[in-house]
């Protein structure tokens, strides 16, 4: 008879999840997580360059400003 019991890998040992029967034959059966074959989002190097502008930052005041212009165009 085979039972299928899981366990977490802590450093280096593995810890079984439930209890295993004493003088058990266990095999291992090591699961490694697949790697996504593209990377989620947007290189940070593409934002950098994304974000830099030819002018200056605007002003806390000025963003303010935008900040409640698009409340007004939201809510009314």
Not at 6 to 12: L, Q, R, Y
């Amino acid at each position: 008879m085979s039972i299928t019991i899981t366990g977490i890998v802590t450093n280096g040992v593995v810890v079984p999840i439930s209890p295993l029967p004493e003088g058990a034959k266990v095999q291992v059966i090591v699961e490694v997580p697949e790697k996504r074959a593209r990377p989620r989002g947007v290189p940070a190097e593409q934002v950098r360059g994304i974000a830099a502008g030819d002018g200056s930052p605007p002003d806390d005041e000025t963003v303010n400003r935008w900040i409640q212009e698009r409340r007004v165009e939201k809510y009314g």
